[in-house]
């Protein structure tokens, strides 16, 4: 109640800009949703295990899954859970697959609001993280990567509530910014050392302005805490020194392609990147002629000064310590792959902290929002386009995998990539949505990596069923597959190519076609419980 009527004071007091905050929502739900609604299955790489681990966690406790025959949790040692428990909640709801695009917005959202309340915090207008929309569809959204994305706005949400801290200091404000590092954590834990520094480095650059530290300390106990933790807890596949002694500024060609280039084969994609580009470049020009010529800055006084200066200060520093990672950090480090690449996204990406404040007179201010909230629009619609073709694709196999019981023990061997216009393959892991919606088992899994919540249980342990081990990049080997080697724990078999592979089951009697649908081919061992076979 009292919070309504907060609200209708605030609209009363301020139409404008709450019909322009209106607007900033929802611009923002319509760019980052809008795609996920044309296609069953988000063409994301890496997606479909996120969808296995988030069923794997809503399933966990269900017997008929066997989920826990095969797994242990660990949220401590690997904390990627952030995503995992939203979407699992979403799966008593509503089905798997919408429940992973439901996590996935929530991920890609965290862009636009962490960018609104990093410019909060440095006294400019939140309206300012519309700018942050179009990394929504950044090359990491692409391949997957939402808990690194998720985490990019975490760290501008961490550095901005610390500057409101510092600036006016509430318990609030602490118990806010505890929360949001320990969210972070919880989200990409390797982003979480980036935050905490970035805490601290926030309190001593604005220590002239405020003359505070200690608001920081308490808020950082609990998180500083549960990293202390985790560093002992940590498997080994994700610890380990890494090696910064390469400085490569050749990498420095490798900026802009990363940032212009999109996911997908397609003009239009690539054409609204880059007016996504000019139309942030013009506000800052509009925006930063109408400041000087405001006369603004001629009313601030010696503290408001120093304050503008060490927030520009420490979002160029943050954008600079990117730089610097994108500069020296491997392109794989222990199991993670792709790593120095990351780095450009979150540079530009704080970039963003350096643009002038709205101006404030109405005439101004309206039409560079909605500038900002339009521009992105084309991006969304382009991607839209792409994931529709990509659905087109994919009904074949969301036809095939109707005819999967419960729990199958699933081999999966995709040979043909082909069928859809994104730039590296949506289909490698794709049956992994079966184990996200069915449990069981499946020939590959990103457990085998040791980087996952979900770790396979020990072999010795009597009660275990784990699937037998597989070759490094077996996924993308298909050919190497033999039934009386490879396939003799699996019932189920599930193959994409355009040309029967029959052939390559003739060595074991005991597999069967079961159906063929479009690119997608069925078997089962006779003894496995399914449909019918079908001619």
């Known amino acids: 109640m009292r919070l309504g009527k907060r609200l209708e004071a605030a609209v009363h007091k301020n139409p404008l800009g709450s019909a322009l905050a209106i607007v900033a929502l929802a611009a923002s739900l319509y760019v980052i949703a809008y795609p996920f609604t044309a296609a069953r299955y988000a063409p994301m790489t890496d997606l479909p295990f996120h969808a296995a681990q988030?069923?794997?966690?809503?399933?966990?406790?269900?017997?008929?899954?066997?989920?826990?025959?095969?797994?242990?949790?660990?949220?401590?040692?690997?904390?990627?859970?952030?995503?995992?428990?939203l979407g699992a909640l979403f799966m008593f709801l509503v089905p798997a697959y919408v429940a992973v695009k439901i996590a996935a917005?929530?991920?890609?959202?965290?862009?636009?609001?962490?960018?609104?309340?990093?410019?909060?915090?440095?006294?400019?207008?939140?309206?300012?993280?519309?700018?942050g929309l179009p990394f929504a569809w950044s090359h990491l959204t692409h391949w997957g990567f939402l808990n690194f994305v998720g985490a990019l706005g975490l760290f501008a949400m961490a550095v901005g509530v610390t500057?409101?801290?510092?600036?006016?200091?509430?318990?609030?404000?602490?118990?806010?910014?505890?929360?949001?590092?320990?969210?972070?954590?919880?989200?990409?834990?390797?982003?979480?050392?980036?935050?905490?520094?970035?805490?601290?480095?926030?309190?001593?650059?604005?220590?002239?302005?405020?003359?505070?530290?200690?608001?920081?300390?308490?808020?950082?106990?609990?998180?500083?805490?549960?990293?202390?933790?985790?560093?002992?807890?940590?498997?080994?596949?994700?610890?380990?020194?890494?090696?910064?002694?390469?400085?490569?500024?050749?990498?420095?060609?490798e900026i802009r392609p990363l940032l212009f280039e999109g996911g997908f084969h397609d003009a239009n994609e690539a054409a609204a990147i880059v007016t996504n580009y000019r139309t942030v470049g013009l506000v800052a020009l509009i925006s930063l002629v109408a400041f000087a010529l405001s006369g603004r800055a001629n009313t601030w006084n010696r503290r408001a000064w120093s304050f503008a200066l060490g927030s520009h200060v420490l979002a160029l520093g943050c954008a600079g310590a990117f730089l610097l990672s994108f500069l020296v950090l491997p392109m794989q480090q222990g199991v993670w792959w792709y790593v120095y690449p990351r780095e450009a996204t979150a540079l530009a990406f704080l970039a963003l902290a350096v643009l002038p404040d709205l101006p404030r007179a109405p005439l101004l201010r309206a039409p560079l929002v909605l500038a900002l909230a339009l521009a992105p629009i084309g991006l969304s619609r382009a991607i839209a386009t792409n994931y529709r073709v990509f659905?087109?694709?994919?009904?074949?196999?969301?036809?095939?995998?109707?005819?999967?019981?419960?729990?199958?023990?699933?081999?999966?061997?995709?040979?043909?990539?082909?069928?859809?216009?994104?730039?590296?393959?949506?289909?490698?892991?794709?049956?992994?949505?079966?184990?996200?919606?069915?449990?069981?088992?499946?020939?590959?899994?990103?457990?085998?990596?040791?980087?996952?919540?979900?770790?396979?249980?020990?072999?010795?342990?009597?009660?275990?069923?784990?699937?037998?081990?597989?070759?490094?990049?077996w996924e993308w080997t298909p050919h190497k597959f033999r039934p009386l080697q490879n396939g003799r724990f699996f019932d189920w078999f599930l193959v994409r190519s355009r040309t029967s592979p029959d052939g390559m089951f003739r060595e074991d009697p005991t597999i069967v076609p079961v159906n063929h649908v479009g690119t997608w081919w069925l078997y089962r061992r006779k003894s496995a419980q399914g449909p019918l076979d079908r001619p």
């Open 163 to 253: 500057l409101l801290l510092l600036d006016a200091p509430s318990r609030r404000r602490q118990i806010t910014l505890s929360a949001v590092l320990v969210l972070l954590f919880f989200t990409h834990v390797f982003r979480f050392p980036f935050a905490a520094l970035g805490v601290v480095a926030a309190a001593v650059v604005m220590y002239p302005a405020t003359r505070r530290f200690r608001p920081i300390l308490a808020p950082l106990a609990l998180p500083l805490a549960l990293f202390a933790v985790w560093t002992r807890v940590r498997p080994a596949a994700i610890g380990g020194p890494i090696d910064l002694s390469h400085f490569d500024t050749h990498r420095l060609d």
């Open 54 to 85: 988030t069923g794997a966690l809503r399933h966990f406790f269900d017997p008929s899954y066997h989920l826990r025959d095969q797994f242990e949790l660990h949220p401590l040692a690997v904390p990627y859970m952030s995503s995992y428990v």
């Open 105 to 131: 917005v929530a991920m890609l959202a965290l862009l636009p609001a962490g960018l609104a309340v990093l410019f909060h915090g440095m006294k400019k207008s939140p309206l300012l993280g519309l700018a």
């Open 391 to 473: 659905d087109r694709a994919t009904e074949d196999f969301h036809r095939i995998v109707e005819d999967i019981p419960r729990a199958p023990r699933l081999m999966y061997l995709v040979f043909d990539h082909g069928g859809s216009t994104k730039k590296n393959t949506p289909f490698i892991h794709l049956p992994a949505y079966v184990q996200a919606e069915k449990g069981g088992w499946l020939s590959f899994h990103f457990a085998v990596f040791g980087a996952s919540p979900f770790v396979y249980r020990s072999r010795a342990e009597p009660s275990a069923v784990i699937p037998p081990h597989v070759p490094t990049r």
